[in-house]
């Protein structure tokens, strides 16, 4: 088991080092998210209200979490180009950890993760969002982002590690990203849709981590009473499902 | 009895109902060097991945380094090191970087990570591009880093899928001259290749492969031996004598005689008195000859006579 961590951890260090090695991805990384946030939030939010409230408070915990969804893509693409290179096979035939690859990959995501929505709050309160409740409860719901986004990087793992081609994981990401995003309460409160729309909506894990950062944030549209729970239940739900069959997956590779 | 580092019975490997491996068989003693030669879909890298603890099996057993492949695949792999076709290390990373990185999950402390990690960049003469993305190393330099990050811990047993494949001759020399040095030290090769003259260069016995099974297998020279006898070879300077030259040699046995190359073959037994005979009566009949002497066969004929085909050959799959 110690194994196990100090190599998933050797390998957390390579994917970071990736990153310090091409720092002009890094630009590139964190231009989406900015952009997210200081389009969605300035455009959208200076023409729009809910409910009298302002809509940009509505509107940036959701981008938060949709940025988080969206970095699924960068870990399913990556985990399929290890995948399809030499170098797992010198991983496979070493006395390594068979999980050490994709546990390492989930770690560095997470660092990752932490960075973004560090750049994502700067340019939030940039844009005129705020949190309305003590800085504890912002920590929280910053939390459960993040719990979400390690629940994703393991989706993202698993899709990488199906898919071994990284041209189609690069391409299969977005459409199944977007339909996500939109189909929930990121932009437009599940009340308003249709009823069957609203339910889905309702339903999807995104709405129930951006319901849970809405309250915890103080930020308009925070309904329903079990926002919290199900904000700690899916994620765990979705890890529980994805990271047995990702580690599947890759003993799978011998057959 | 001598050790036997690598072992295996009836390896059989189903892809999709197209047998990779059908009853391969393989037997290495420790401390040497054994090349399975064969054509492009022969099933030799499909042996190595299996004996290397990379893929499954349906029906066999094998023995590395004296751990069970399917049972104890741990064991195997703290023994064993493999060097394949495509390189294997992290393009992203340094030369440096991707040593010390393999050392970490060989589980070397980070301190001995580092030093090994220099003394290999050394050893592989890598010092300069040390710090250079492996991407941008030239072929020579990845298979030398491919190969460095093979030894990080000195691995009983050694497994070389096509080591020299594309490589300049510099290159190629360089790896051999590691190889040979590594069996110096005691580690057990399996080395495959489709380049007779590698194997004749570098194995003490040579496994042929041909549609996942071993069809022969003996030293070099057994091999050429296995397919025919040694042959007197003579060439002539006049094209107008090779009538003369006929008539003489065949008082040896008979003669194949080429008009274009001006090249006289005679089988032999006996290889000495036939040179020997042979020299003196084309002497008696005042013959200029350029060159003369006995020949083994190619491995390459070898080859073409065990298989039916040349080593060369595409597998057309």
């Known amino acids: 088991m110690t194994t196990a961590i100090a190599d998933g951890w050797t390998m957390t260090g390579r994917y970071l080092r990736h990153v310090v090695r091409e720092p002009e991805q890094i630009i590139i990384y964190f231009s989406l998210p900015i952009m997210f946030v200081l389009v969605f939030g300035y455009v959208f939010g200076s023409g729009m209200a809910v409910g009298g409230d302002s809509y940009r408070e509505y509107l940036v915990p959701g981008v938060f979490v949709m940025t988080q969804l969206y970095g699924l893509g960068a870990t399913a693409t990556a985990i399929s180009l290890d995948i399809s290179r030499g170098v797992v096979d010198r991983f496979r035939s070493m006395p390594t950890a068979r999980s050490a690859l994709m546990v390492g990959r989930s770690t560095a995501d997470l660092a990752r993760a932490v960075l973004e929505m560090l750049v994502l709050v700067v340019c939030g309160l940039l844009v005129g969002w705020q949190w309305n409740l003590g800085p504890g409860q912002a920590l929280a719901a910053v939390g459960l982002i993040l719990l979400l986004r390690v629940a994703l990087t393991w989706v993202g793992i698993y899709l990488g590690s199906v898919v071994r081609n990284p041209d189609t994981v690069s391409l299969i990401v977005f459409p199944l990203a977007f339909p996500l995003t939109a189909l929930s309460n990121v932009f437009v409160p599940p009340d308003r849709m249709p009823g069957w729309l609203g339910t889905i909506s309702e339903w999807n894990p995104i709405s129930a981590t951006v319901a849970a950062a809405r309250e915890l944030f103080g930020n308009p549209g925070a309904h329903g009473e079990h926002a919290l729970l199900l904000a700690v239940a899916w994620p765990l739900v979705l890890l529980a499902v994805f990271a047995p069959l990702a580690v599947r997956n890759y003993r799978k590779l011998g057959r | ?317």
């Not at chain 2, 003394?119 to 190969?147: H, I, N, P, W």
């Not at chain 2, 008009?259 to 003196?280: F, I």
């Open chain 2, 1 to 317: 009895m001598t050790d036997i580092a690598i072992a295996a019975e009836g390896l059989r490997k189903t892809y999709r109902g197209v047998a990779a491996l059908d009853g391969f068989r393989l037997s290495v003693p420790a401390g040497t060097v054994c090349g399975l030669l064969g054509p492009n879909g022969a099933g030799k890298t499909t042996a190595v991945r299996i004996l290397a603890t990379l893929l499954n099996f349906d029906a066999g057993r094998a023995e590395v380094a004296g751990a069970d492949v399917a049972r104890q695949p741990e064991q195997v792999r703290e023994r064993i090191a493999l060097t394949g076709q495509y390189s294997a290390v992290d393009g992203s990373l340094s030369g440096r970087q991707n040593l010390v990185l393999f050392g970490r999950l060989h589980h070397l402390g980070r301190r001995q990570a580092r030093v090994r990690a220099d003394e290999l960049l050394e050893q592989f003469d890598l010092v300069d591009a040390a710090d250079k993305s492996a991407t941008d190393y030239s072929g020579g330099m990845q298979r030398r880093l491919d190969l460095a990050a093979s030894l990080i811990r000195a691995p009983r047993v050694l497994f070389l899928d096509e080591p020299t494949t594309g490589l300049d001759p510099r290159s190629r020399n360089q790896v051999w001259d590691t190889v040979r040095k590594l069996v110096t030290d005691g580690t057990t090769v399996l080395l495959t290749t489709q380049y007779l003259d590698e194997a004749d260069q570098l194995a003490d016995r040579i496994s042929v492969v041909d549609t996942g099974r071993v069809v022969a297998e003996g030293t070099p020279d057994e091999l050429k031996a296995a397919i025919g006898a040694d042959r007197l070879e003579v060439v002539i300077r006049e094209h107008g004598r090779l009538g003369d030259a006929t008539a003489v040699l065949e008082r040896i046995g008979p003669v194949d005689a080429d008009p274009d190359t001006r090249r006289l073959r005679v089988a032999v037994t006996d290889r000495v008195t036939a040179l020997v005979e042979a020299a003196r009566a084309l002497r008696d009949a005042a013959i200029t000859v350029d060159d003369l002497g006995i020949r083994r066969p190619t491995l390459d004929e070898a080859f073409l006579s065990l298989t039916g085909h040349r080593a060369e050959e595409e597998d057309k799959k």
